[in-house]
């Protein structure tokens, strides 16, 4: 962090040194050609000098030089092309007039449709849009999601600190019930719903905007946004000829080279852009090492008029080390690496080796087509496909991994793995003890979104489409490494070889797949409808979606090859939404929205015992939503307010319980418990003038348990009961992310290139997450651990200055300036307290510095 703070100090020192007193003042106006808006923050620089200035909140900018004769103007902003003109200053004032910037990319606004992005002032949704200058300034190395933490509503951790290991949370719901798409494609899993951020790890290098649309969300398309939606729009081809390199260190050897090249529109009608990116580094938590590569590429032609054709491929291989288990504070403590700890890790043969080690490559790739049809009609289709490959790894045997610091199979508070390959070893003919597995999860996904916008009157637009996907999960566990021995015995859940019947055991060597091997089939046919009205003040939309969803299981361990597969079952689910938006004048409007969801069960719903008995009782989630807000927009101040009310019923819960005292855990399926979210977010940004503006926001939840549930049936391991269990959970508050947020930023260009910022976000009333059936009597139905508020200070700084010919940006960035030591994930123990809680530290203070130049 010092080799930062020290280039943050030789920037600042050289940028003074540039100042001049002024002879000549050129001023002008800037506006984005797309919206007919103003540009906010565009930068205007003297080429080959740091003299600029930046524009204000009407697109006006005034720049004072005491240079004369003919000099060269930059106009900038990340995003859009930049001008560049030549102006002859003789003294006195040079006016330049309206200048027009156009975006910097070719077919964004055809993605835009699909992705159904939200319009300010306009689309009655609550919505924040993180910038691409914002994502440049701010991101440094952190995890993707948390780009968003000072979004109301959202809660964002690292979780175990590995490399793309972090979740997010939107109005108190996981992942699985947050729609997350990437120009428009949905990407949460097709079995379950979740989203598994290590796979998008290196997606920040091709982002190009994000929005995060909270409730309801703008889409047209059935996605399981009960939360929200984040809309993820990637780079398209580039529409200026050139490129960049950047290179960034950080924090525990924070490695980071990234590379973007693009041809620019030829006069042929085509283009290219390529990036790449190698990130490595040995992460702030012990043991979790990693190496990342990200790519992208796109093709684009103009064939003419009203065709435009997209080709798009990216990608993130990577592996990293994790820290799977919560431990309890009392671990930490007596580990001497206190928040660092982690106990799923050691050494062998010298090397760092990992329990737990993710690996996995996720290429999506797609083509788009644009047809404008006519005047009032065009069609926007995409057909993609993606094809996950990887899995991580984990133990088998006997445990001798335990991530307490006493477990005996440690040395100096690591994993001694050479202990356990000698161990091994001497058993001979008796096979493995313990050995490492990989739990592998293959994917092949393809699908296909198609939109026909109709213009049927100046104020009225119809929306239809399609959206098909199939999906085909391959998940089964192998041998990952025998640890000293010559072979392993399988218990063989069901037979012993895959289809056969009976249970013996069997002798498996690396590669041997064991413990279980099954596909998951997954079918989509979805339409939808959507018709909107505007005019000057008032729009609003209802709109419509049905989908029907059939699942299919095969199971090639536990059954002989006729009774692998199940039949096909068939869910239909649907939703409907509508709202409204009134401007009552150019600085105030309001809106409202309301919708209800019916969606289908997630895949282990319909067969959560793990085998192919299928669970004919279960049901559809239903969401019923609505929404009302305010937003004013000024020179001095912008904001928002809105109040927002989710009811969710008939959730499917399963969970682990020990019945009368037993040390065996069963598990028990819930259904039909209920939840109520509701709550009350602001967000405001205040420019006193163009070179400094305070953002700032405040979200404030309310949610809970809304039902107890009784007699519900535990299931031991071959799906016989063995008691019942009662959940009292009616009123109890939902844990695993903190229902009160805040935060405070300001950014300042202090003089030419130069700008800084920093940022206070504050937590509080974090519940722990914990298992509903603990709460098996009303005496018992209390609520979690609450987790110490804590706050957070993050620096950042930008740096723009001519390099010879060409223009470079240095990049500093700062994370938990004050080493605050905070808790960031719970899981709450049988006291309620921090005594028996399992818990994850976040991050102390973390840095990260960059230099990128531009060709």
């Known amino acids: 962090m010092k080799k930062a703070l020290l280039l943050l100090l030789c920037t600042i020192f050289c940028s003074l040194t540039y100042a001049q007193e002024a002879s000549s003042i050129i001023k002008g106006t800037v506006i984005e050609k797309e919206t007919g808006q103003p540009v906010i923050g565009a930068s205007v620089v003297i080429k080959g000098t740091t003299v600029g200035t930046t524009s204000d909140f009407d697109g006006n900018f005034t720049l004072k030089t005491s240079k004369t004769g003919t000099v060269t103007i930059d106009i900038s902003f990340v995003g859009l092309q930049t001008i560049e003109m030549d102006v002859t200053l003789n003294g006195g004032t040079k006016d330049l007039g309206e200048q027009t910037m156009e975006s910097d990319a070719i077919g964004l606004a055809e993605v835009e449709v699909v992705a159904s992005v939200a319009v300010d ?29 000072s979004t109301p509503g959202v809660y964002a951790t690292k979780a175990g600190g590995g490399y793309g290991d972090s979740r997010i949370n939107l109005r108190g719901f996981s992942s699985e019930n947050v729609a997350v798409m990437i120009n428009g494609v949905p990407v949460n899993d097709m079995e379950n719903g979740q989203v598994y951020w290590s796979n998008w790890a290196g997606l920040s290098d091709v982002t190009r905007s994000m929005q995060v649309q909270r409730g309801l969300g703008a889409s047209k398309v059935a996605v399981p946004s ?26 525990n050897g924070y490695n980071k080279l990234s590379f973007t090249a693009s041809t620019g529109q030829t006069e042929n009608g085509w283009a290219v852009t390529l990036s790449g990116a190698k990130t490595t580094g040995n992460g702030f938590v012990d043991g979790t090492s990693f190496i990342g590569y990200s790519y992208f590429a796109n093709i684009s032609k103009q064939i003419n008029a009203s065709h435009q054709l997209s080709f798009t491929a990216f990608g993130a291989p990577q592996w990293h080390g994790q820290r799977r288990n919560k431990m309890n504070l009392s671990e930490y403590e007596a580990s001497g690496r206190g928040i660092r700890y982690n106990g799923d890790w050691g050494y062998k043969n010298g090397q760092e080796y990992h329990v737990n080690r993710n690996y996995y490559h996720k290429p999506q790739i797609s083509l788009n087509w644009f047809w404008n049809i006519n005047d009032k009609m065009d069609l926007a289709t995409v057909l993609y496909a993606s094809f996950g490959r990887g899995g991580g790894s984990g133990s088998a045997g006997v445990d001798k991994f335990s991530p307490t610091f006493s477990n005996p199979y440690r040395r100096d508070g690591v994993i001694d793995f050479d202990r356990i390959v000698d161990e ?18 293959n994917h092949s996904w393809y699908g296909g979104l198609s939109t026909l916008t109709t213009e049927l009157s100046e104020k009225l637009i119809l929306t239809t489409g399609l959206d098909i996907r199939y ?32 249970s013996v055991r069997r002798a498996v060597k690396v590669g041997d797949k064991i413990q279980y091997n099954n596909d998951g089939n997954v079918w989509w046919q979805g339409v939808n409808a959507q018709l909107e009205y505007s005019n000057d003040q008032l729009s609003a939309f209802v709109s419509a979606s049905a989908s029907n969803q059939s699942f299919r299981r095969i199971d090639y361990f536990q059954y002989i090859p006729e009774n692998q597969a199940t039949d096909w079952e068939n869910f239909f689910g649907f939703n409907i939404k509508g709202g409204a938006n009134y401007n009552i004048d150019e600085k105030h409007n309001v809106f409202a929205n309301a919708g209800y969801f019916s969606r289908q069960p997630f895949f ?35 904001g928002n307010v809105n109040l927002y009310h989710t009811t969710w019923k008939d959730k499917f819960y399963r969970a682990s319980v020990r019945p009368d005292g037993s040390s065996v855990s069963f598990s028990a399926n819930i259904p039909g418990i209920d939840a109520v979210h509701m709550g009350v977010e602001v967000d405001f940004v205040i420019r006193p003038n163009d070179k400094f503006n305070i953002t700032g926001m405040l979200s404030i939840g309310d949610w809970k348990w809304d039902k107890n549930v009784t007699d519900v049936p535990i299931l031991d391991d071959t799906q016989q009961v063995v008691g019942t269990v009662d959940v009292y959970a009616k009123g109890i508050h939902v844990g695993d992310a903190a229902q009160t947020t805040a935060a405070l930023g300001v950014n300042y260009m202090i003089i030419g290139g130069l700008k800084v910022g920093a940022d206070w976000n504050l937590y509080d009333r974090l519940f722990s997450a914990f298992n509903v059936t603990q709460l098996n009597t009303p005496e018992s139905s209390v609520d979690s651990w609450i987790v110490p508020t804590y706050n957070l200070f993050d620096l950042n700084a930008s740096y723009k200055f001519p390099m010879g010919p060409f223009n470079a940006t240095f990049l500093a960035k700062v994370n938990n300036v004050f080493n605050i030591e905070y808790i960031s994930d719970a899981f709450d123990g049988p006291t309620h307290d921090f005594q028996t809680a399992q818990v994850f530290y976040g991050a102390g203070t973390t840095w990260s510095t960059s230099l990128k130049v531009q060709f």
């Open 604 to 638: 282990n719903s319909v067969w959560p015992t793990f085998d192919n008995n299928t669970n004919k009782g279960v049901v559809n989630e239903k969401a019923m939503s609505f929404e009302v807000g305010y937003g004013y927009r000024s020179k001095l101040i912008s």
């Open 226 to 251: 009960v939360g929200g939606t984040i809309n993820i729009l990637t780079k398209t081809t580039d529409a200026q000829k050139g490129g960049n390199i950047m290179y960034g260190i950080g924090n």
């Open 424 to 441: 091994n070893a001497a058993r001979g003919r008796q096979g493995s003890e313990t050995i490492l597995r990989n739990s592998v999860n």
């Open 121 to 149: 002032r306009k689309t009655p949704v609550a919505v924040s849009s993180i910038k691409p200058e914002v994502l440049e300034e701010k991101l440094g190395s952190q995890e993707f999601p948390e780009i968003l933490k």
């Open 471 to 502: 999906y085909e999960g391959n998940h089964y566990r192998e041998v990952g490494d025998l640890l000293g021995g010559q072979f392993y015995f399988d218990p063989a859940v069901g037979g012993a070889e895959p289809g056969a019947e009976g």
